[in-house]
T-cell receptor, first 114, second 110 residues
Framework: DTAVSQTPKYLVTQMGNDKSIKCEQN?????MYWYKQDSKKFLKIMFS???????INETVPNRFSPKSPDKAHLNLHINSLELGDSAVYFC?????????????FGNGTRLTVT | GNSVTQMEGPVTLSEEAFLTINCTYT??????LFWYVQYPGEGLQLLLK?????DKGSNKGFEATYRKETTSFHLEKGSVQVSDSAVYFC?????????FGTGTRLKVLA
């Protein structure tokens, strides 16, 4: 059973389009995250949600809108895609706010904007 | 806020060589420290963790000790294998936020 699954794995689209990435976790965790990994492998947090509530928005442009319909799902919608949005996006989850609890990652969505 | 600094790669070693990847951190409070590994085309996997000072995390022959006096969490392995080739990330926890280092690419040659 996949613990954190995200779809699609690859996403190729043109500038100006709108796209969504879906994420689901079956670990029973309360907290979910979106991270962006750039071409140099640098990982930056974008959002964190706890029990469907937004906790952290790390100065992400308004074109990015996360939505958490329940605590097992955290989707990411991106409007008006730009070239600079090309990256790998990772969904992750952890136990609620626990300093000791590790992150569990999905396998990533590679977004390419042309 | 918390931050992590790790050595830049790439690190290239021969099989059975000794590995050290340095990691230092700055933090308020008492965060946990983690090492993650990322294989090509995959997400990050937890390699090991330590939750308090002097804790040693270990897994698959890898070890790291949480040293508060030097604010370090260096990753070590006594004898690397070709299958250890990957990118390694040091990370620290915070409130609803985990901070990662820049990653160190390891390449092990047969």
């Amino acid at each position: 059973d996949t613990a954190v699954s995200q779809t699609p794995k690859y996403l190729v689209t043109q500038m100006g389009n709108d796209k969504s990435i879906k994420c689901e976790q079956n670990l029973g965790h309360d907290t979910m995250y979106w991270y962006k990994q750039d071409s140099k492998k640098f990982l930056k947090i974008m959002f964190s949600y706890n029990n469907k509530e937004l906790i952290i928005n790390e100065t992400v442009p308004n074109r990015f809108s996360p939505k958490s319909p329940d605590k097992a799902h955290l989707n990411l919608h991106i409007n008006s895609l730009e070239l600079g949005d090309s990256a790998v996006y990772f969904c992750a989850s952890s136990q609620e706010g626990s300093y000791n609890s590790p992150l569990h990652f999905g396998n990533g969505t590679r977004l390419t904007v042309t | 806020g918390n931050s992590v600094t790790q050595m830049e790669g790439p690190v290239t070693l021969s099989e059975e060589a000794f590995l050290t990847i340095n990691c230092t951190y700055t933090a308020t409070g008492y965060p946990s420290l983690f090492w993650y590994v990322q294989y090509p085309g995959e997400g990050l996997q937890l390699l090991l963790k330590a939750t308090k000072a002097d804790d040693k995390g270990s897994n698959k022959g890898f070890e790291a000790t949480y040293r508060k006096e030097t604010t370090s969490f260096h990753l070590e392995k006594g004898s690397v294998q070709v299958s250890d080739s990957a990118v390694y990330f040091c990370a620290t926890s915070g409130t609803y936020k985990y901070i990662f280092g820049t990653g160190t690419r390891l390449k092990v040659l047969a």
